[in-house]
Structure formats: structure tokens, C-alpha cells
């Protein structure tokens, strides 16, 4: 079994990251998976949620990833979302203002978006 697994996360607009990793956790629709080498074949859906990838080296990147969807074949995992950011390219500010102005619209979509934000912001710090 390998002891790496290439990771590509890709928005519509850009590829956000790509590169090695040992492990990777997602929010999908049935609930969190973590995708280590030689994972099963998998195929889900992403839910809105903070993106782990742990890296060889020991690092670790955080993405917030708002739909899309996860694949996994020969050791190679695709991210594919609507939208993605690294957590160093989230401004936690504006991600804080944002969150308490979806909350005072009692926008429950807004407020998840921006909660997402903000907790992959702070989990990459």
C-alpha cells in the first residue's frame, strides 16, 4: 500500500491545491470521510465544510469547500467544488462581519457559508 495519495482540489473558476497527502477529511453527504492510500473507490457528494489535507511532511492545509463533489480511484482524490478557498486566502474580519450580518438577516445560508469560512480560517492558523 502506498504511503502517499495525490490530491487535486479544484473550484470552478481555478485548481486551489494540488499535491501529496496522507490523509484527507471532507464533509460529504453521508456524513465526514477520511481518505488515506489505498482508500475503496469512492464516489459522494461534498457538503459546505472545512477540507483537511495532512501532508507527508506533517503539515496540514484547510480549505472551506462549499459543494461539489469527492472522487477516488488509484490512489489519486479529485475535490471537485463549486467554491473553495485556503484558509490563509479567507480574511477572518470580513468573514466574522459577514456571519453576523447573515445572522441578523436570519440568512441560514449565508450564516453557514460564513461559519465555513471562519472555521477553516482559524482551524489553518
Given at each position: 500500500?502506498?504511503?502517499?495519495?495525490h490530491v487535486a482540489l479544484v473550484a470552478?473558476?481555478?485548481?486551489?491545491?494540488?499535491?501529496?497527502?496522507?490523509?484527507?477529511?471532507?464533509?460529504?453527504?453521508?456524513?465526514?470521510?477520511?481518505?488515506?492510500?489505498?482508500?475503496?473507490?469512492?464516489?459522494?457528494?461534498?457538503?459546505?465544510?472545512?477540507?483537511?489535507?495532512?501532508?507527508?511532511?506533517?503539515?496540514?492545509?484547510?480549505a472551506a469547500v462549499h459543494g461539489g463533489?469527492?472522487?477516488?480511484?488509484?490512489?489519486?482524490?479529485?475535490?471537485?467544488?463549486?467554491?473553495?478557498?485556503?484558509?490563509?486566502?479567507?480574511?477572518?474580519?470580513?468573514?466574522?462581519?459577514?456571519?453576523?450580518?447573515?445572522?441578523?438577516?436570519?440568512?441560514?445560508?449565508?450564516?453557514?457559508?460564513?461559519?465555513?469560512?471562519?472555521?477553516?480560517?482559524?482551524?489553518?492558523?
Open positions: 500500500m502506498a504511503a502517499e495519495l470552478a473558476d481555478r485548481e486551489v491545491w494540488s499535491g501529496e497527502a496522507t490523509l484527507v477529511v471532507a464533509r460529504t453527504t453521508s456524513g465526514d470521510i477520511g481518505v488515506m492510500p489505498g482508500h475503496q473507490p469512492l464516489l459522494g457528494v461534498l457538503e459546505s465544510g472545512p477540507v483537511t489535507i495532512r501532508t507527508p511532511e506533517g503539515g496540514t492545509v484547510v463533489f469527492i472522487s477516488f480511484a488509484d490512489n489519486k482524490l479529485s475535490l471537485l467544488a463549486e467554491i473553495a478557498e485556503l484558509s490563509d486566502e479567507i480574511d477572518v474580519q470580513r468573514a466574522e462581519q459577514e456571519l453576523a450580518r447573515a445572522k441578523a438577516e436570519d440568512d441560514a445560508e449565508a450564516q453557514r457559508a460564513a461559519d465555513v469560512r471562519l472555521r477553516a480560517a482559524t482551524a489553518g492558523r
